[in-house]
């Protein structure tokens, strides 16, 4: 079991006020808080061993390397990857699957080959895709979404048949919070030569994840949404496609010798990380799976499931007033809930509940297509949660909500709002 009320002393600017309000953080899909021992580990870096790493002689440096290393190891305890080595350490989930398009895909996707994402994808899991696909004259097929925020799996065995190269999805949706059966998704991608990528952004931070169980080739995620810094991020490559890949970035630390035409590349995963790498908020990122793996992701995911019933509780008294979207099933979605009112902009919303200290996101949650294309509304509100979110936090958000609502509707201008 989780005591939110006690993690909370553990989350500095959780004790700040917003216009003289306690704060209520609901946009940890966005990003998480930190806890002090993630903020000391990054003044402990500056201010006792700053140096830089796999270069140096000294002892510093040595320091650095070590702990650098070691927050590599934490990382892929914490998936279950088989090897340190099959992780590399990125900015984001945007980069580790950018760097999957301009690697793997860059030499494994032709004319004519289809690559499968679904209609739920973040735009950083389809916009890189649509380039490699115009570049190589491939086909970007999708699974669509059901109106209760599902996929639909009805031609499944159509969308994917022996032209598809890579099966790119979401875990868990950032809109709608549905999990989806990657697992199930994998094996079939699997059984027609497929390769399989997987968004972990929303999921690896609030779940137990697996990648060995998942059976799934490539998995990206960030740390800042896990309680680590901004700044870095993992992508993990099951280890016989990284043994084939061409680097994507050159330079320095990535070689392993370097002639006046050409050069070696370093061992793995070093030469998939040219240059300077982001070391203290790696290390950081190691304290932040110290944190989750003290809490427990059992526990983790079994908090979310108690605060979005809670949350879809409370929310159903306003049914009148606002449309739900997604799975409203606590079982089968992270720990989020998106909404709409009929009546106001969600981002009039979101600013109303500013004011009250309760931050939310609103907006296209950045999936135009699922949500202008398939949901067709201009936008949704989302309140998410982490370990520090109590009942009480949902509360004020209902309470807040209520409030918001009857300040439109007293100044009848909300429904201009909504186009
Ligand atoms: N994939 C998913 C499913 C996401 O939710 C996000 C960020 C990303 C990829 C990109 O992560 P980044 O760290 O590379 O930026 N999602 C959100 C969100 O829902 N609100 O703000 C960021």
């Known amino acids: ?77 914490f998936i279950h990857a088989p090897s340190a080595e099959t992780i590399i350490l990125v900015r984001n989930t945007t980069e580790g699957i950018n760097l999957v398009a301009n690697t793997w895909a860059a030499s494994n996707v032709g004319p004519g080959d289809e690559i499968l994402l679904t209609e739920m994808e973040h735009h950083s899991n389809l916009v890189p895709w649509q380039k490699l696909a115009r570049q190589k004259g491939a086909r970007l097929r999708f699974i669509p979404v059901t109106h209760d925020g599902f996929l639909d799996l009805s031609d499944i065995d159509e969308l994917l048949n022996p032209n598809t190269r890579l099966l790119a999805m979401v875990h868990v949706s950032n809109v709608l919070g549905t999990i989806n059966p990657v697992r199930e998704l994998t094996r079939k991608a699997h059984a027609v030569g497929a ?67 050409d050069a070696t590349w370093n061992d793995l995963p070093y030469r998939f990380e040219a240059g300077t790498p ?28 108690q605060l979005t019933r809670h949350a879809l509780e409370v929310l159903s008294e306003l049914a009148g007033d606002i449309d739900l979207y997604g799975p409203k099933d606590p079982s089968r979605q992270g720990g989020m809930v998106s909404f709409s009112s009929r009546e106001v902009h969600p981002h009039d919303l979101g600013t109303l509940l500013d004011r009250e200290g309760i931050a939310i996101r609103a907006g296209h949650l950045c999936a135009i297509p699922l949500v202008r294309g398939r949901l067709k509304v201009p936008g949704l509100a989302r309140a998410s949660f982490y370990i520090y979110n109590t009942e009480e936090d949902i509360d004020l958000l209902v309470a807040a909500l209520k409030k918001a609502l009857t300040f439109f509707r007293a100044k009848g201008v909300a429904a201009s709002h909504v186009h």
């Open 1 to 77: 079991m989780i005591d939110a009320g006690a993690i909370r002393h553990d989350f500095p600017v959780l004790s700040r006020t917003v216009y003289g309000k306690r704060l209520v953080y609901l946009d940890n899909a966005a990003t998480s808080q930190k806890p002090r021992p993630v903020i000391q580990t990054l003044v402990d870096y500056y201010e006792g061993y700053n140096s830089n790493v796999h270069r140096g002689v000294h002892a510093l440096s040595m320091e650095a390397t070590q702990r650098y290393e070691e927050a590599r190891q934490k990382v892929a305890a």
């Open 195 to 261: 390769a399989v990528l997987i968004d972990g952004a929303q999921s690896v931070p609030h779940m137990p994840v697996n990648v060995k169980e998942l059976g799934c080739d490539f998995m990206a995620f960030s740390g800042h949404k896990m309680l680590g810094p901004t700044g870095i991020g993992v992508l993990w490559v099951k280890d016989d496609l990284l043994q084939e890949m061409e680097p994507f970035l050159l330079g320095g630390d990535m070689v392993k010798d370097v002639h006046r035409e």
């Open 278 to 305: 982001n070391i203290a908020d790696a290390i950081a990122l190691g304290a932040a799976i110290d944190y989750l793996n003290d809490l427990g992701m059992k526990n983790v995911r079994d908090h979310e499931m």
